[in-house]
């Protein structure tokens, strides 16, 4: 038995883990973070390979986890999510601050952030496992509630990424009770935006009527930016 819905049930904070490298900066959305002993202070964080902030943190062996509150936009996280600090600069139009080390700290939406050094990276299938050395830590707003997993899911109605671990891929319906076809909508995995082809994107220069298969390849969601793998249909 391998239910991994099950998994779900497993709680975790939503976090910003952002890191430098050679002048630059990027961050990412990471849901396991966690703190390993209390003395010294050492937290863990398991990223993914596929993300540029995993190959800032490796040659760096800095980062800091900034704590995300239950208030951020959906279109914050978006920010954050997937979408490739590679073409793009996510901390462009964010408030934040340059820790000791060097790695940003967000200001926005944060209720708090670590700053670590990383003492040992362990190699986890997709993702590595950073242990890191706590070197600065601070609450930035004691008024606001730090955001869980299921917060995000249940009350945000945020989605889980295509490359998340826990990431269940839905087939298309695009049968009718008529049997007659349809124009099938999708979802943003990340802000929830939904695609639909009868209005299309004229904002993003797609006409009305515009199946989700006929956008370009270039395409991105208008409320968060991220591509079309990022979408799933909507079956209900
Ligand atoms: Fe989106």
């Given at each position: 038995m391998l239910d991994l819905e099950s998994l779900f049930n497993l709680s975790y904070g939503m976090c910003i883990v952002s890191s430098k490298r050679n002048g630059k900066i990027n961050g990412c959305i990471v849901n396991t973070v966690?703190?390993?002993?209390?003395?010294?202070?050492?937290?863990?964080?398991?990223?993914?390979?596929?993300?540029?902030?995993?190959?800032?943190?490796?040659?760096?062996?800095?980062?800091?986890?900034?704590?995300?509150?239950?208030?951020?936009?959906?279109?914050?996280m978006g920010r954050f999510g997937y979408r490739s600090?590679?073409?793009?600069?996510?901390?462009?139009k964010v408030n934040y601050?340059?820790?000791?080390?060097?790695?940003?700290?967000?200001?926005?939406?944060?209720?708090?952030?670590?700053e670590a050094e990383v003492t040992e990276a362990i190699d986890v299938e997709t993702h590595t496992l950073f242990i890191?050395?706590?070197i600065a830590c601070q609450t930035i707003?004691?008024?606001e509630t730090p955001m869980t997993y299921n917060y995000y899911r249940d009350v945000k109605g945020g989605r889980t990424p295509r490359t998340a671990a826990t990431y269940i891929a839905k087939k298309p319906e695009t049968e009718s009770k008529q049997g007659v076809k349809e124009m099938q909508k999708y979802r943003c995995l990340m802000c929830?935006?939904?695609?639909?082809?009868?209005?299309?994107?004229p904002a993003g220069g797609v006409?009305?009527?515009?199946?989700?298969?006929?956008?370009?390849?270039?395409?991105?969601?208008?409320?968060?930016?991220?591509?079309?793998?990022?979408?799933?249909?909507?079956?209900?």
């Open positions: 966690f703190q390993l002993t209390p003395e010294p202070p050492v937290i863990a964080i398991s990223v993914n390979k596929e993300n540029l902030t995993h190959e800032y943190i490796a040659k760096s062996t800095v980062f800091v986890v900034s704590i995300l509150a239950e208030k951020t936009p959906l279109e914050f600090g590679r073409d793009f600069d996510k901390f462009q601050k340059i820790g000791i080390t060097g790695p940003p700290i967000v200001l926005d939406n944060t209720v708090g952030f670590i890191g050395r706590v707003d004691a008024g929830g935006y939904i695609y639909d082809p009868q209005a299309g994107d006409e009305p009527g515009t199946a989700f298969e006929d956008l370009p390849d270039d395409w991105i969601c208008p409320d968060c930016g991220v591509g079309k793998d990022e979408f799933e249909p909507v079956n209900d």
